[in-house]
């Protein structure tokens, strides 16, 4: 799909594309075409593939993008990782043409961030394998945790639990909340059959309990409208300041939406109680909870308390908290790991 937000003057781009499986390339067709045009804000299905793609190997997808204004191809910024083991790759330049490698030619191993590809990939399996949607922010993508494509060594708490055996699409973006940048993505979740949501840290910022409530229950509400058949929360981790580099407890400042982030975790812990669609306080007389038929929750994961120092401290344990781009939000390696060990995979099944 092809939908530009922040730009109205962006024009259509034509897109060419092919299957790689390591030793064939296999090029795609639009009804019958090589080349397709895509408007902008729509979607285009290309016609049936057939690949072979041997068991536990990987598969590529090249695509190669034209459009009539340069600056309107997909911006390709600085990768900021090279999975040169992967096959990732992106000969793209700004405002620079490029040759078509769709069907021949090496690519250059580059980052897997600044390409333009298929937003989803359609299988047919008569429906009978469940799949996960992943939605979330910067630490379901995984910042903070290792690289690796074999089992329980994905990037985020959500594919290490997971761990290969359920499909999964991942929604999440870094700096993706609620309420910003979600739209274009929804397009991923058709036919979902689950999804895990964890969402919250960036939307406690600039809006109220309430609002966030709301914003959760609209949320879950969308991927029961979809067809997901469960819809499991998580609750929020900390995100604090240090001193130290978090070596401690103590040399940690919490978060100034601290406050909101306990408030909204215990309501979640008290399976988000709602009367006529409207998040109240726990204990409130003829409210529904998670799990209730009329309830689009189903339950929530406690990934906040695997790397909190206590419940509702606000801070870090330490030895948990990924230090490296020194903001305080996001899991190590360990935290992730961590976080994956409670998320029940089989709910999904």
Request: proline letters at 4%.
């Amino acid at each position: 799909n092809f939908t530009v937000e922040t730009n109205l003057n962006a024009v259509p781009i034509t897109v060419r594309a092919a299957v790689d499986n390591g030793t064939t390339k296999s090029p795609i067709y639009f009804r019958g075409q090589g080349d397709v045009t895509i408007e902008v804000g729509a979607y285009v299905v290309s016609d049936p593939v057939f690949v072979t793609v041997a068991a536990d190997q990987l598969f590529w997808q090249r695509v190669f993008v034209t459009a009539s204004d340069s600056l309107h191809i997909p911006y390709v910024g600085t990768p900021s990782t090279t999975i040169a083991s992967w096959g990732e790759g992106c000969d793209a330049v700004n405002s620079t043409p490029q040759t078509d490698k769709t069907l021949t030619g090496t690519v250059t191993a580059t980052g897997g961030l600044s390409w333009y590809g298929a937003c989803a990939i359609i299988i047919d399996d008569e429906g009978q394998t469940p799949y996960v949607s992943l939605n979330g922010d910067s630490v379901l993508v995984g910042v903070g945790d290792a690289v690796g494509s074999g089992l329980a060594t994905g990037v985020g708490f959500g594919r290490r639990a997971l761990n290969n055996e359920i499909p999964y699409a991942m929604s999440a973006v870094a700096g993706a909340s609620m309420t910003h940048g979600r739209d274009r993505r929804r397009i991923l979740l058709g036919g979902e059959t689950g999804a895990l949501c964890t969402y919250g840290i960036n939307d406690v910022s600039g809006n109220t309990v309430a609002q966030v409530k709301a914003q959760y229950i609209a949320e879950w509400t969308f991927h029961k409208a979809i067809g997901a058949r469960v819809v499991y929360q998580t609750t929020m981790m900390p995100r604090t300041s240090s001193t130290d580099n978090w070596a401690t407890v103590a040399n940690q400042t919490v978060d100034s939406n601290s406050a909101k982030r306990i408030e909204l975790n215990d309501w979640i812990r008290a399976a988000a109680p709602m009367v006529a669609g409207v998040g109240v306080v726990p204990g409130t007389s003829g409210a529904i909870v998670a799990g209730d038929p009329a309830h689009p929750l189903d339950g929530y994961f406690e990934v906040a308390d695997t790397v909190e120092s206590a419940r509702n401290s606000g801070k870090w344990t330490p030895g948990l908290v990924y230090t490296t781009d020194t903001q305080g939000v996001h899991p190590n390696a360990a935290g992730h790991a961590a976080a994956a060990a409670v998320i029940d995979i089989h709910l999904f099944r």
